[in-house]
């Protein structure tokens, strides 16, 4: 089993930056493909980036592309979510969960699920 907890949410105003940290424990870290979601209020939870094993190769969704990054440190245990050029479209809860699948681009391909953090975005 894998525990993940996220941090780093926050409040920023439209164009700002934010950096969020997954930091994982329990299972070997290296051998799950990390992905970051997000929800917004009556939405369903929709795919942002995933990361794979080594952290070689990426994939983004379209609507963040060109303005996040996803990057994983496997001496750490964390993985993180770089955003910047934020809009307030961007407003969600951000989850980080873990899979034994690539590519998982879908939230049922998901074993473990962090809790979430905030994001809100203000112009």
């Known amino acids: 089993q894998v525990q993940l907890v996220e941090s780093g949410g926050g409040s920023v105003q439209a164009g700002g930056s934010l950096r969020l940290s997954c930091r994982a424990s329990?299972?070997?870290?290296?051998?799950?493909?990390m992905g970051w979601f997000r929800q917004s209020p009556g939405k369903e939870r929709e795919f942002v980036t995933v990361?794979?094993?080594?952290?070689?190769?990426?994939d983004y969704a379209d609507s963040v592309k060109g303005r996040v990054t996803i990057s994983r440190d496997n001496a750490k245990n964390t993985v993180y979510l770089q955003m910047n050029t934020l809009k307030p479209e961007d407003t969600a809860v951000y989850y980080c969960?873990?899979?034994?699948?690539?590519?998982?681009?879908?939230?049922?391909?998901?074993?473990?699920w962090g809790q979430g953090t905030q994001v809100t975005v203000s112009s």
């Open positions: 969960a873990a899979s034994r699948r690539w590519p998982a681009l879908t939230t049922a391909e998901y074993n473990y």
């Open positions: 990361i794979n094993w080594s952290g070689v190769i990426t």
């Open positions: 329990g299972d070997t870290f290296n051998t799950y493909v």
